[in-house]
């Protein structure tokens, strides 16, 4: 049986910044979906701790990529609200990045966006003094720009960021910055992105390369 190929594009929440790299919840997902006996391989990540949309664009024109790839996922924007980009800017940055990933599936039906969770709740926002009402709802602009995005280009889309709501301002939940999700964290996302991507590959969208 071939192996399916699989691209995880994103930021320092795709990289995993301070767990161990089996933690990251692409691992996570890999391995989540080999367990329910779909042949995927480890995931291939370009992401970077700090990226923007337009890094990760950067990034994406330097890195020695192989398509089509099975399936490829793409979570990003963070960075943009934190920085205070303009939220029009993000839309164009994404729409471009979203359209690369298709390209590098081959299809829509291979990608699936993950939405930007809420650091307003965390350790690290409560200590620098933010208000996470306001973060809150910056992440609700920018996550409601890449929904309807993800939509338009038939992609499907994936709520974490409740689930970092709920979560994600306990202690458990934070490596050491009190900011990045925990191993615990990222488990709580694969449980609800695992049946999106499980589905995607089981409608026959995720014939490896060359099959």
Request: aromatic share 8%; charged share 20%; net charge negative.
């Amino acid at each position: 049986m071939n192996t399916a190929t699989y691209l995880a594009l994103g930021d320092s929440y795709t990289i995993g910044e301070g767990v161990e790299a089996d933690e990251r919840w692409p691992a996570q997902l890999a391995r989540r979906l080999r367990a329910l006996g779909v042949a995927l391989g480890d995931p291939e990540i370009v992401a970077t701790t700090g990226w923007t949309t337009d890094e990760l664009s950067a990034a994406m024109d330097a890195a020695p990529l192989a398509p089509s790839y099975a399936l490829v996922s793409l979570l990003i924007g963070v960075n943009n609200q934190y920085r205070g980009r303009a939220l029009d800017d993000y839309r164009e940055e994404f729409h471009a990045l979203l359209a690369r990933a298709i390209a590098l599936a081959g299809s829509p039906a291979r990608v699936f966006v993950v939405s930007i969770p809420d650091w307003g709740v965390t350790r690290f926002a409560r200590e620098q003094g933010r208000d996470a009402a306001h973060v809150g709802a910056q992440i609700d602009a920018f996550n409601a720009a890449a929904r309807t995005i993800a939509a338009d280009a038939g992609v499907a889309f994936v709520d974490v960021t409740t689930a970092s709501r709920d979560a994600g301002g306990g202690e458990a939940m934070l490596v050491a910055d009190g900011l990045h999700p925990s191993a615990a964290q990222y488990a709580l996302w694969t449980e609800e992105i695992v049946p999106v991507a499980r589905a995607l590959l089981r409608a026959g969208a995720g014939a490896p390369s060359g099959a």
